[in-house]
């Protein structure tokens, strides 16, 4: 038989697999083939066909899993049959959630269907049709919730808990970006249960399973019935119109709520103010990928601690994971204080600033908020315990009662240290794992700060609730292995710009700045600014650096200049004079010398008590190397042998 027109073309079928694209070609009564012509900009491969009565169009991803590239192959197929698609189907194989109530097994079917709405289950039972018990295996349907997202579920940790917090018989990935522009009815042949026994031995006999009770329900279903349902290009047309009507009402709303509350300006992460470069690609990639796996998985501490000496590249990398986090969804709200700067040097409005952001990023949340703020209008006035428990806790635990589970949301604080009251950080480290009482949110905190003092004291108080990662004790070779890309890529981006030799610098050179510069980010950073500055010859700057490893370092000296400066902070004349003479007595042993010394070793040196020594030593963690061991010798940073001249 001859394809009909694209107008009887009525029932789309998505399918995710090509696996599951063969089961559903296989309950073609007839297979027409594929379409013959298309628009250019429609790159889906299509196979016509026909069910019963109904004229059938299947499409395929191609074996690309995840929200995306569905949406893709929606959108396409939507334009290319927008005059005559009335009905979407996603058919193919999920991951079971078996319970006591529910005996899902491998090879069952699951039909996406509401809790609470009409099953059969309750006609009448002069409608039943008698018929002798099943003994075969034949595979089950059951009806009810199923649960999408973007990501492999392999933990049967989370599968228990998809079950209990909304009740989900199956979870699958593709749906859950689908139903918002194209309405369809959501069909699952189980092939795993989503633990880690996942595997793909099932998923031949799943998909036909589900493309078999696909097939069986559309015998069922007049064609004059789908005729007369709705273009799903007009429904998605009015459910676009819907959104954005709504996310108007709830700016507008929001606008008029968030008006009292006191936001920091420039401290997101891709703010004017933070708009740094992110992390060259290829470099850090361990350190990214562990970051990201923390975000992600279920069973990780509430914050993760990035911790790490000056010019390690703290904010560099905060920045970078903000941005990916962003891409995923994954991002809740991102402060990065700065010491010095009214709204970003306090943790005044730190809260308010967080729960703004975060409101966007979960609008569910937005109602719980807006109650806070009407019951405290100067909710932003008020101490920081206050502003944490009624803007963050207090709405995250209302959320609790009958609410969905939520995917994580992580939050980014960078530069914690440069928060201008040592009594705010340590009050905030205490607070934050609160959020760890939510069930509906899980709340992940990102900090990244230098090791002073008064923040390795704070952490101290909530060792059960944190992970960290100590930058400047990352293996040496990896370090150098990014600083020598940096050098090379953006080496390669001066040659083109000022049109240098396609050789120059050279590998050799490039290798003594590698050298020169780890274990620090900032030192490659200020020697390629160094030369790449406008106004000079590069080739000459580069042999300055070459020649004299001083031509440069007094820029350097800012960021540890910083460090010592904060010893000073607070105190009186005499106690900045007493501290200056015990920096001079201790520190300047180890500066002068340039050689490694234990804190044993200076106590005898100078003739001060040991506990006096490592009191001062407590305080320079940032720009010394201190060992837990005080037989071990305190390691001064490369740079810090240039202060000498301010302190000394």
Known sequence: MVSPALKEYQIGWICALPIEAAAAQEMLDENF???EEQENADTN?????????????????????????????????????????????LVGVGSGIPSAAHDIRLGDIVYEHPLNAATCDNCSAEWEIKRARREDNEPQPHYGIIASGNVVIKHGGIREQLRKEIGALCFEMEAASLMQDFPCIIIRGICDYADLHRNKQWQGYAALAAASYTKELLSYVPRGQVSQEKLVAEISTLAGELRLLGQRAIYIEQKIDFQGLSIARGSAFDSYENQHEECLKGTRVQLLHDIEEWATLSDEKCIFWLNGKAGTGKS??????????EKKGLLGASFFFKRGEEDRGSAKKLFPTIVTQLVNSMPQLLPCIQKAIKNDPHISEKMLREQFEKLLLQPLLEMDQGLTVTAARVIVIDALDECDQEDDIGLILKLLPRVQNSNAVKLRFLLTSRPELSIRFGFKEIADDYQDLILHQIAEPVIEHDISLYFQVKFAQLRQMRSLSTDWPGSRRIKVLTERAVPLFISAVTIYRFISDKKWNPDKRLEAILADNTTYVSKMNSTYMTVLNQLLTGQDKWESQQLLQDFKDIVGIIILLATPLSPIAISQLAKIKLGDINIQLDLLHSVLEIPQNPLLPTMPRAHALQLEEEYL
């Open 45 to 89: 491969i299509y196979t016509l066909g026909r069910i019963s009565k109904h004229y059938i169009v299947i499409a395929c991803l191609g074996g690309q899993y995840g929200t995306t590239s569905i949406t893709t192959v929606a959108n396409n197929m939507m334009r290319t049959f927008s005059q005559s698609l009335r009905v979407g189907l």
């Open 316 to 325: 560099t990398i905060s920045r970078t994971v903000a941005s990916l986090l």
């Open 33 to 35: 083939g594929p379409l």
